[in-house]
């Protein structure tokens, strides 16, 4: 079946510096992502819808100075987290969306030191 | 703004014994999913139910949808502790681009 992988699985990185998460749909088509944030033992809150060619449209409250979102192609969506602080230490999930059917990715855990 | 009230956030059960978690928002939705989520994992998608009335089985696992599409329901039937993890429902927003909205999730224990 259709699947996302998103790279890396997790991350630590030191406070100020920027990091960079891919999300690719294997086998499929994604003409929409959505990229998602989840803090432990909460559900899932949308961040960003990107559509590929075009810029991301944010949820109310993301930032999207901080959350740069880049959806180059079909297959690859990018979310640069720039200035990293210990508050955006969190599980962070895309989805894929292609003929009508949604896929997520593993989820990156994000620690900022 | 759409919500997706879930309940309950915690349930901790016995092996066999049934239960329900709920889904209920005032918006309606072109759809409703229900994902089980695994600890340092993405969401997996258990069952998507589109029309009003419909009721989908999964094994021991029954979904329902309601009729007006905006409350759904997840029944388990002699839980065992491989059920155990984060239940999460979805409801898909009409329009363009079909995002989802999340439920707050329910934390399932099952106990031997």
């Known amino acids: 079946g259709a699947v996302v992988s998103q790279h890396p699985s997790w991350v630590i990185c030191k406070s100020g510096t920027s990091v960079k998460i891919e999300c690719r749909s294997l086998d499929f088509q994604a003409t929409t992502m959505f990229w998602y944030r989840q803090f432990p033992k909460q559900s899932l809150m949308l961040m960003a819808t990107s559509n590929e060619g075009s810029k991301a449209t944010y949820e109310q409250g993301v930032e999207k100075d901080k959350f740069l979102i880049n959806h180059a192609s079909l297959t690859l969506s990018t979310l640069t987290v720039t200035s990293a602080h210990p508050e955006d230490s969190s599980f962070y999930i895309c989805s894929a969306q292609g003929a009508g059917l949604t896929f997520f990715g593993q989820g990156t855990r994000l620690t900022v030191v | 703004t759409q919500l997706l009230e879930q309940s309950p956030q915690f349930l901790s059960i016995q092996e066999g014994e049934n239960l329900t978690v709920y889904c209920n928002s005032s918006?309606?939705?072109?759809?409703l999913q229900w994902y089980r989520q695994e600890p340092g994992e993405g969401p997996v998608l258990l069952v998507t139910?589109?029309?009003?009335?419909e009721v989908k089985k999964l094994k021991r696992l029954t979904f329902q949808f309601g009729d007006a599409r905006k409350d759904s329901s997840l029944h388990i039937t002699a839980a065992q502790p491989g059920d155990t993890g984060l239940y999460l429902c979805?409801?898909?927003?009409?329009?363009?681009?079909?995002?989802?909205?999340f439920g707050a999730g329910t934390r399932l224990a099952v106990h031997p």
């Open positions: 139910v589109v029309t009003g009335g």
């Open positions: 918006s309606v939705f072109s759809s």
């Open positions: 979805a409801g898909a927003t009409s329009g363009g681009y079909n995002k989802l909205i």
